[in-house]
């Protein structure tokens, strides 16, 4: 069963005295995918705030997830520009799934001005953070790029994001909004191994 892990992660989260306001650079670590498990955002601690998404990718935890080797030219319908996506453990693992993305799912992409540069001018992030996609509100987005952050929250026209869930809508639905293998639900590329 997938979520049969949940119940004794949660035991084991309470008897450590998770309290640590800087727990948001947690990563996937721990959790075995393959035997089932299903992991969340919340027992994984990823970041859902902007000063939590900022303070994470600082400490470059994503850079431990499956990337890609170096920024690319941007594909399909993306207005990112130059990018290198670095998917979760989660996000990679499922790719083969023909359902909706697990909760957890997360990707993080640096944001390039071109794609021989070395440096990101920005960041996109997102993780799927209820087992429904709800149009888009099942997930978190996060954005900053040279004007800044332009998206922070879960798909509504006052943090920003809603114009994430406009584009991200039709991942997969056909042939122009289909950039890789496994894009669907609000996930256009997803990394693997």
Request: glycine residues 10%.
């Amino acid at each position: 069963m997938r979520h049969a892990w949940l119940s004794g992660w949660i035991a084991i989260v309470g008897l450590c005295g998770c309290g640590d306001d800087n727990a948001a650079h947690v990563m996937d670590s721990g959790v075995d995918t393959d035997a089932g498990d299903t992991p969340d955002a919340s027992s994984l601690g990823l970041p859902i705030t902007a000063a939590e998404v900022e303070t994470w990718i600082a400490s470059g935890d994503y850079l431990d997830w499956v990337c890609e080797a170096a920024p690319r030219p941007m594909r399909g319908p993306s207005p990112h520009g130059a990018v290198r996506v670095c998917s979760n453990r989660v996000l990679s693992t499922y790719v083969q799934e023909p359902d909706d993305w697990l909760r957890g799912s997360a990707a993080v992409k640096e944001l390039y001005a071109s794609a021989t540069d070395t440096e990101p001018v920005g960041y996109s992030y997102y993780v799927k953070v209820d087992d429904q996609s709800a149009n888009g509100a099942g997930w978190y987005w996060y954005e900053r790029g040279a004007a800044g952050v332009t998206a922070d929250g879960r798909g509504s026209a006052s943090d920003g994001s809603a114009s994430c869930v406009a584009c991200h809508s039709v991942a997969g639905s056909d042939e122009a909004h289909t950039t890789s293998a496994g894009s669907r639900d609000f996930v256009y590329t997803a990394i693997t191994r």
